[in-house]
C-alpha cells in the first residue's frame, strides 16, 4: 500500500517513544500530564449532571462549528483582562489547542512553504506540521524567547507564511518571551508579511512574577492567531480548547474545522459552560498555581542537590517542564534507553525529537507536574547518581 507523500515524516513523530516510556514501573518525567488529582471531579459531575437532569434535549443535538456562544463569551471577558480585544464571536471552540494547530498549519501551507519554529520546540505542533510538508526555518530558542536577530535574518532572506510560539513557559523549555521580543515579532510580522501562531495553553500557570501581554494583545493587523485550552486548568480528557482570529481567517478556519468534525462535542461545551457559572475557575487555578509551584521548587533544589555540575537546568515561572542541558556531544536519548531507563526505570524526553530539522542531542525536557514529590526527590536522585557514573565522576 502506498501512503500519501505527506505521511512520510508522520511516522516517527516521537510521540510514540514519550507515550512508552511511560510504563506502570516507570517514575515518568516524559509526559506533559496535569497532577490527576488535582481534577475538579466532583465539581465536573455536578456541572454535567446537572444539565442533564434539567432534561434539555439539545444537549445531545448537533449545533455549531463554532461552539455553545456563552462558553465563548466566558473566554472572551477572561482574555479581555488579559489585554487582548475579543468577544465570543472571534473565537471557535476546537478539539483542545491541538487541533487548533492543525487547522491553521492545513489554512496556511502548501507543500514547501515556510515555516518559522523555534528550536526545540513543542513535539505534538512538529508532528502536525509535518503532515503539510513545511519547510522549516529554526530560530534558537534564548533565556527571554526566541533569537529575534536570527528570525530577522530568517524573514530577509526566506518566504515565510508564518512563525509558529509558544511565548509563555514554553513547551519544552519552559521559556517567557519577554515584552520587548513580543513586540519585536509584531514589528517583524508586519514588516514582512507574516502570520503569527500563538500556542498559549501554560498561560494561567505562572507560579511567580507578573503575566505579560499576550502577543495577539499586541496585534494591530490581525496577524495572530491564538490558541487557549481546557487541558491543562480542567482536565486535559475534554479535549476543549479554542481559537482566536481576525474575522477573516475566522470564516476560513470554520469551513476547515467543519470538514474535519463539523463541530466539538456540544456536550461537553455546555458541561464546561455550567461548571463555570457554579464554580471560581480562578480559585481553581490558584489551587493548581500552588499545588505546582511546590513541585516546580521541589524540583529544582532536587536537581541542585543531586545532578552534576555538567548540568544546566531552567527554573522556569510556570507552566510544566523545566529543560535540562549536558555537555555538547552528551546524547541525552542514549544514556535514557542504555542506562537510565533500564537501570533506574526513569524517563524523560530527549532533545533529539524536540527539533524540526537540526537536532541537539545534549538536552532533556523535565516536566514536574505529573510526578508526586517523593517520586520527584527519588528521580533526580538516581538521574544524578545516574549522570555522574556516565560522565565518570
Ligand atoms: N500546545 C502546546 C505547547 C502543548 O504543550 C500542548 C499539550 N501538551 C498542546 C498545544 C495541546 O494541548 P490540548 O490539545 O490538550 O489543548
Not at 512520510?8 to 507515550?19: I, N, R
Not at 510538508?133 to 532572506?157: F, H, K
Not at 455550567?274 to 521541589?298: P, S
Request: with cysteine; hydrophobic share 40%.
Amino acid at each position: 500500500m502506498k501512503f500519501a507523500t505527506r505521511t512520510q515524516k508522520t511516522g516517527h513523530s516521537g510521540l510514540e517513544d514519550l507515550f512508552a516510556a511511560s510504563g506502570p514501573n516507570v517514575i515518568s518525567f516524559a509526559g506533559g500530564y496535569p497532577d490527576r488529582d488535582l481534577f475538579p471531579t466532583k465539581q465536573l459531575n455536578q456541572a454535567f449532571s446537572q444539565n442533564f437532569t434539567s432534561g434539555d434535549r439539545e444537549l445531545l443535538q448537533y449545533a455549531s462549528t463554532e461552539g455553545y456562544e456563552p462558553l465563548r463569551a466566558k473566554i472572551a471577558a477572561r482574555l479581555q483582562t488579559t489585554g487582548m480585544q475579543v468577544d465570543a464571536d472571534d473565537i471557535m471552540m476546537t478539539q483542545g489547542a491541538q487541533q487548533g494547530i492543525d487547522l491553521v498549519a492545513r489554512l496556511m501551507l502548501d507543500p514547501g512553504d515556510g515555516l518559522v519554529v523555534e528550536a526545540p520546540t513543542y513535539l505534538g505542533a512538529l508532528a502536525a506540521f509535518n503532515a503539510y510538508q513545511p519547510t522549516y526555518y529554526e530560530v534558537p530558542m534564548q533565556a527571554d524567547g526566541m533569537d529575534i536577530n536570527a528570525l530577522q535574518r530568517i524573514l530577509m532572506s526566506r518566504k515565510v507564511k508564518f512563525i509558529y510560539t509558544v511565548p509563555d513557559f514554553q513547551n519544552p523549555t519552559g521559556v517567557v518571551m519577554s515584552l520587548a521580543k513580543r513586540q519585536a515579532i509584531i514589528r517583524l510580522a508586519n514588516q514582512y508579511d507574516v502570520m503569527i501562531l500563538e500556542d498559549n495553553p501554560y498561560r494561567d500557570l505562572r507560579y511567580t512574577g507578573k503575566a505579560l501581554p499576550t502577543i495577539k494583545s499586541l496585534d494591530t493587523e490581525g496577524r495572530v492567531i491564538y490558541l487557549g485550552s481546557f487541558s491543562k486548568i480542567l482536565s486535559p480528557s475534554l479535549r476543549m480548547g479554542w481559537l482566536v482570529a481576525a474575522p477573516n481567517l475566522l470564516k476560513e478556519l470554520l469551513a476547515l474545522k467543519g470538514g474535519s468534525d463539523l463541530e466539538s462535542s456540544n456536550l461537553v461545551m455546555h458541561g464546561i459552560n455550567t461548571y463555570m457559572e457554579n464554580n471560581d475557575l480562578d480559585a481553581h487555578i490558584r489551587e493548581i498555581q500552588d499545588c505546582y509551584r511546590e513541585k516546580k521548587n521541589a524540583m529544582v533544589a532536587a536537581m541542585k542537590r543531586y545532578l552534576p555540575e555538567e548540568a544546566h537546568f531552567t527554573n522556569p515561572d510556570g507552566g510544566f517542564f523545566i529543560w535540562l542541558t549536558m555537555p555538547a556531544g552528551f546524547d541525552m536519548g542514549a544514556f535514557m534507553k542504555e542506562h537510565l531507563l533500564p537501570e533506574a526505570n526513569i524517563s524523560y524526553v530527549p532533545s533529539t525529537n524536540l527539533y524540526a530539522t537540526a537536532a541537539l542531542s545534549n538536552g532533556a525536557r523535565l516536566n514536574f507536574t505529573g510526578p508526586s514529590l517523593a517520586q520527584i526527590d527519588t528521580g533526580m536522585k538516581a538521574l544524578g547518581a545516574a549522570l555522574k557514573v556516565a560522565l565518570q565522576h
